[in-house]
């Protein structure tokens, strides 16, 4: 008898495929997009979208900011003057567990993802600044995370066939693909630094105090997702390259309240130059899967 997390991600998987190009390159770079960053997915060449609620199991985005659509297609560009290609499937927009959804459920278009045969998992995020030194705009590359959302998507009965028992979590970002994104960040101009980000259910906004918190446990960055995508892409063996966009600096930092409205506004400010090292990040990773 086939496991019930194996069935749904079959289902999902044959949905997909069955709508996209037949012949072409597979992927082996997903892409998850996060507040007002899905702008992304739109440049892809020779694309195809599949809305969310077409495929079988994926649960729906009910937030301002997230598309709610599979997007597969292509990055072209240049590197060191010769002409390359990357073959991409990203998550326009995600869901998050405070929508209403188990933490397996709001993870599981990641495991799409995998299932898909994806390689990395590039995992992008609208988050707050908790370290002063940190201005809105920036991106940051996530070192390592912390899991402060008080559970865990691979809770629940467990299938060896899809990812161990009990994952090690050692190097949830491994430190080579940390390199190559500060090496795309430096053909674009941009120097990148990384950050510990910690992960709270949402979705209000964390208190001054909780900021403080999670400052003192060394968190660099706060948000409310990414942390599930990351546990279940390295339960099924895939790698994961977390990147920031730093749209506030957290609550009591400034003393300024905060709003959505502020976390879009910036995410679209930057999305130019988040775009740039999003192409250089995917066509360099291409080079060496």
Known sequence: MSHPMRAALSAAC???????????PAAKIGVILGSGLGA????LKDSTAIPYFQ???MPSSTVHGHAGQLVSGRVDGTLNGMATSAQIIALQGRVHSYEGHDLAVSAFPARVLCALGCKLLVITNAAGGVDATMHAGQLVIIRDHLNLTGGSPLRGANDDAVGPRFPDMTEAYPARWRELAKAAGNAVGMELREGVYAALPGPQYETPSEVKMV???????VGMSTVPETIVARHM????????CVTNLA???????????????????VS???MALLDQIVLRAGGVL
């Open 237 to 244: 063996g895939v790698d994961v390259l977390g990147i920031s």
């Open 55 to 57: 495929i079988p199991g």
């Open 40 to 43: 992304w997915a739109n440049q």
């Open 251 to 269: 609550a009591g930092v400034t003393g300024e309240k905060l709003s959505h409205d502020e976390v879009t506004e910036t995410a679209n400010r």
């Open 272 to 274: 130019l130059q988040f």
């Open 215 to 221: 400052r003192g446990l060394g968190a660099d960055l």
């Open 14 to 24: 044959a949905v997909i495929n069955t709508a996209l190009p037949k012949g072409g």
